[in-house]
């Protein structure tokens, strides 16, 4: 959409970049004719301030829309989410051509309706799938997010190109409509609990609710705010997911910047090589989630050690692989394979963190994801202000290196953390008229021991 050398030929750099050699000379040649295409001149501060809104839109909506799934219904939640961030997609061509700050304010909206969604996410989970499926199935749910991120980066660049679709617009409408036919498929096929579904067989029914820690179809009862922020278990099971937010952000966001900056690849190069980790990501989270289904069905392994081993698997593979990024240094290919399967082990966290939300607390699974997503989020925006910190004066192989080990880091820390202060196993505040009750009969016992041991007494 932007014509960054119009930008570029009213704005000068301090920036010096002592990068990798150059492999090939068609390289520059590419990148300078592609950075030609676009039609607007926004400066790299209102580029900027259109990429922030939607993130900003997408961060103060996650807890709220945690609170709504759970009083509203999760249904009506992502329903209107979606509509509301495809109703976006489709104005942000006209938007755009209007001006920047119209633009701004239709990424904010945009960001706003997608935040409702992840939540409520959480919320159909707890309510449809069976504790002992529960890895699996979040891992083929929560996988559409790598699947539409690398249809989106394939598909995009297709669309942007082809004079018949009309260019870039074509993005824009072709996905705002495809939102608009899923909200209308979420309202013919999905329903709120299994107990809701008119077409559902008995033995399926009794399956899920069977294999389910509490009945959930009944009103939820007040959310124990002070218990959940009180909870060392939920700030580990945050810190986790800061840290795989983390690495999707690097992946992402950032990691381009490194290949085009330091390893010199073109753009089709550079789209390729961050979106095919994707592919590889979902297969990675899928053979996670058929093992942790296979392993906790037979009770070899219970599903505490199951999340947090996985999680701790997706941290080192991670780790490791940066370890070895950093090693090859300018090699391009083996830089590029190892950098591939580091983010492909980023599939485990769907068998690990992101599913543990739901394990802690059932009942409470909106809110819980609603708080875990939002703190974790800011690390989307932490991370490329840092980035754009750390390499603003100068970009060096080894400005980068520190990048990396930064990220190892985090990232490491949090798998450990995760694995000492982490639970799946259901909090007790899950169900605050359990606890209750289970405390007054502990207290009614405590009184009857009492009253007989008086009774010895007294007979004595």
Not at 71 to 86: C, D, E, P, Q, R
Not at 183 to 200: A, D, R, V, W
Not at 246 to 266: A, D, E, M, N, Q
Not at 434 to 456: A, F, G, N, P
């Amino acid at each position: 959409m932007v014509n960054n050398s119009a930008v570029n030929s009213h704005k000068s750099s301090n920036v010096t970049v002592d990068s990798c050699p150059v492999n090939s000379s068609i390289t520059e040649e590419n990148n300078a004719a592609l950075e030609a295409i676009g039609e607007f001149d926004w400066s790299p501060s209102v580029q900027g301030n259109i990429l922030g809104a939607g993130f900003l839109g997408y961060v103060v909506t996650q807890m709220l829309g945690g609170l709504w799934a759970e009083k509203y219904g999760a249904k009506i939640t992502i329903i209107g989410g979606l509509f509301l961030s495809s109703l976006a997609h489709i104005l942000s061509p006209l938007a755009a051509w209007t001006s920047g700050n119209l633009m701004i304010a239709m990424q904010l909206i945009r960001g706003i309706g997608q935040g409702l969604i992840p939540a409520a996410h959480c919320v159909v989970a707890a309510n449809w799938f069976p504790k002992n499926e529960r890895a699996i199935l979040n891992a083929l749910s929560m996988s559409g997010y790598c699947l539409g991120a690398l249809v989106g980066s394939i598909s995009s660049g297709f669309m942007c190109l082809s004079p018949l679709l009309g260019g870039w617009p074509s993005v824009y409408y072709v996905y705002g409509g495809s939102g608009l036919l899923l909200c209308l498929s979420f309202q013919i096929f999905l329903y709120e609990t299994p107990k809701c579904h008119p077409y559902i067989k008995d033995s399926e029914l009794n399956y899920i609710l069977q294999n389910q820690e509490n009945e959930l179809s009944h009103k939820r009862p007040p959310t124990p705010w002070k218990k959940i922020l009180t909870s060392v278990p939920l700030y580990a099971v945050t810190y986790a997911i800061s840290a795989a937010f983390w690495v999707g952000s690097h992946f992402l966001s950032v990691h381009s910047i490194f290949l085009g900056t330091i390893l010199h690849f073109s753009l089709e190069e550079n789209g390729f090589f961050t979106s095919f980790p994707l592919a590889i990501q979902m297969v990675f989270s899928y053979t996670g989630g058929w093992i942790s289904k296979w392993l906790e069905t037979r009770n070899y392994v219970g599903t505490d050690k199951l999340r947090k081993g996985f999680n701790l698997l997706f941290c080192i593979g991670y780790s490791l692989g940066l370890i070895g990024v950093i090693y090859v240094g300018c090699d391009r290919m083996w830089s590029n394979i190892i950098a591939i399967i580091a983010m492909g082990f980023a599939g485990f966290v769907y068998c690990g963190c992101m599913t543990t939300v739901i394990d802690m607390s059932p009942t409470f699974a909106g809110t819980v994801m609603g708080l875990s997503s939002t703190i974790a989020s800011l690390a989307s925006f932490i991370f490329p202000v840092l980035v754009g910190f750390m390499t603003n004066e100068k970009q060096t192989i080894e400005q980068w290196n520190n990048i990396f080990w930064i990220c190892i880091g985090i990232t490491m820390s949090s798998g450990i953390i995760f694995c000492v202060f982490g639970s799946a196993e259901v909090q007790p505040w899950n169900d605050p008229s359990t606890e209750t009750k289970h405390k007054t009969e502990s207290k009614d016992t405590l009184e009857l021991d009492s009253e007989y041991q008086m009774d010895i007494v007294t007979h004595m």
